[in-house]
């Protein structure tokens, strides 16, 4: 009974997170006001540079790869793009919409940078990573949004929370600060050192043979190798 009660307490948080990570984008994210999208899609190259990191939110879907040169590229309707907005601030590419909008196409971004060291994304959105290569990569997932990635790394932090799902399996990286929390899952394969830290009802799995595991698991969720 009691375990039920904690299923039933982290899936209502879970939920909890999503609407209100849902609403912190409502730009994106709500179809019954805004700007109507016009419903046909057009590309469009956007001309930023000199950023590490990306923080984006709000039902968008990256593609984002390693190449030598900056290269942004952004497909939506095509009288929504200017109120999309991708901005630098410092070492970061930031990604959101001034005004409430409404798409009818889907929101596609092409990223391509020299290193990516830091991803963070909320509001039900997606990216992919191919071929990271970095020392240090922090990732962030909230709000369902998910992340799947691969390539290598020596250090690797991760955080997913409100039914999100981040899979790392396919990037090999040295040593791994894993949290996990309301309803979400991280797939890891560490060689070195693992910290696991999974809560709400999340997972935590890992591949491989690493050195050391330190893990920590409460309200019926899990750290276990898969």
């Given at each position: 009974m009691k375990k039920f009660?904690?299923?039933v307490f982290a899936s209502v948080l879970a939920f909890g997170l999503i609407f209100v990570n849902a609403c912190g984008f409502a730009g994106f994210n709500n179809f019954n006001n805004g700007i109507q999208g016009s419903g046909t899609a057009k590309s469009e190259t956007r001309n930023v540079s000199g950023f590490s990191k990306i923080d984006a939110g709000g039902a968008i879907?990256?593609?984002i790869s390693s190449g030598k040169?900056?290269?942004v590229t952004l497909e939506a309707d095509d009288n929504l793009l200017e109120h999309i907005k991708t901005d630098v601030s410092g070492d970061t590419l930031k990604i959101y919409t001034q005004d409430r909008i409404s798409p009818k196409t889907n929101i596609n971004i092409k990223i391509s940078m020299p290193e990516l060291k830091g991803l963070d994304v909320s509001g039900a959105s997606s990216a992919n990573v191919s071929n990271a290569k970095t020392e240090t990569l922090e990732l962030e997932a909230s709000g369902a949004s998910k992340i799947k990635l691969d390539g290598e790394a020596i250090t690797f932090?991760?955080?997913a929370s409100g039914a999100s799902r981040i899979?790392?399996?396919n990037l090999r990286v040295e040593n791994a600060e894993v949290e996990a929390s309301g309803a979400s899952s991280t797939t890891v394969s560490p060689s070195g050192e693992l910290k696991a830290n999974a809560s709400g009802a999340s997972n935590i799995y890992y591949t491989g043979e690493p050195k050391n595991v330190v893990k920590n698991a409460s309200?019926?969720?899990s750290v276990k190798k898969k």
């Open positions: 009660s904690l299923m879907h990256m593609e040169d900056f290269a932090k991760s955080n899979d790392a399996e309200g019926a969720s």
